[in-house]
T-cell receptor, first 113, second 113 residues
Framework: NAGVTQTPKFQVLKTGQSMTLQCAQD?????MYWYRQDPGMGLRLIYY???????DKGEVPNGYNVSRLNKREFSLRLESAAPSQTSVYFC????????????FGPGTRLTVL | GNSVTQMEGPVTLSEEAFLTINCTYT??????LFWYVQYPGEGLQLLLK???ADDKGSNKGFEATYRKETTSFHLEKGSVQVSDSAVYFC????????????WGAGTKLIIKP
């Protein structure tokens, strides 16, 4: 049981390049989330997917797109990377149920030059 | 709206000292409350949670009690160790926000030997 996995762990991009961050969970969770974490700002929600086939914007969606490929996988795409997108990105998943917590992946550290 | 306020860090203590990290919240409805911990270079892990008023969450010597009358969920530990050095995040989730986690900004804890 790997939990929540993210690839890659580190990435350096040039301004304007595109890339996709991958996230997968093997816990049969319904909901999945993408966050970014910047120094002194805590976690900010980019997009989430309450269930397979649905996605919704979070607090900071501009410059990102997501795909809920199936129940296991939820990818985050940067179409044209900008230096302001330099951050650590975390994926999380959550099972159904009122009181359940989110489970986090190890993160992807992205630098945009 | 829903929000979480944590005491600002860093908090620096000596080993075996008593720890309190304050967390207060505002929420519509009846939130579940969580403390997550992030060790250096790692993702977030759930430390403890409480789902209704007067519940006490506990784990690894840490405790927090859900106080509805003061809208607080303060984290405490009787005797901290160097290995407790990390960033601690308070968070809440409510049904009317589709159980999204609302995060505090995090409190960095530094324990000196």
């Amino acid at each position: 049981n790997a939990g929540v996995t993210q690839t890659p762990k580190f990435q350096v991009l040039k301004t304007g390049q595109s890339m996709t961050l991958q996230c997968a969970q093997d816990m049969n969770h319904n909901s999945m989330y993408w966050y970014r974490q910047d120094p002194g700002m805590g976690l900010r929600l980019i997009y989430y997917s309450a269930s397979e086939g649905t996605t919704d914007k979070g607090e900071v969606p501009n410059g990102y797109n997501v795909s809920r490929l199936n129940k296991r996988e939820f990818s985050l795409r940067l179409e044209s990377a900008a230096p302001s997108q330099t951050s650590v990105y975390f994926c999380a998943s959550r099972p159904l149920g009122n009181y359940n917590e989110q489970f986090f992946g190890p993160g992807t550290r992205l630098t945009v030059l | 709206g829903n929000s979480v306020t944590q005491m600002e860090g860093p908090v620096t203590l000596s080993e075996e000292a008593f720890l309190t990290i304050n967390c207060t919240y505002t929420a519509t409805g009846y939130p579940s409350l969580f403390w997550y911990v992030q060790y250096p270079g790692e993702g977030l892990q759930l430390l403890l949670k409480a789902t209704k008023a007067d519940d006490k969450g506990s784990n690894k010597g840490f405790e927090a009690t859900y106080r509805k009358e003061t809208t607080s969920f303060h984290l405490e530990k009787g005797s901290v160790q160097v290995s407790d050095s990390a960033v601690y995040f308070c968070a809440l989730s409510v049904m009317d926000s589709n159980y999204q986690l609302i995060w505090g900004a995090g409190t960095k804890l530094i324990i000196k030997p």
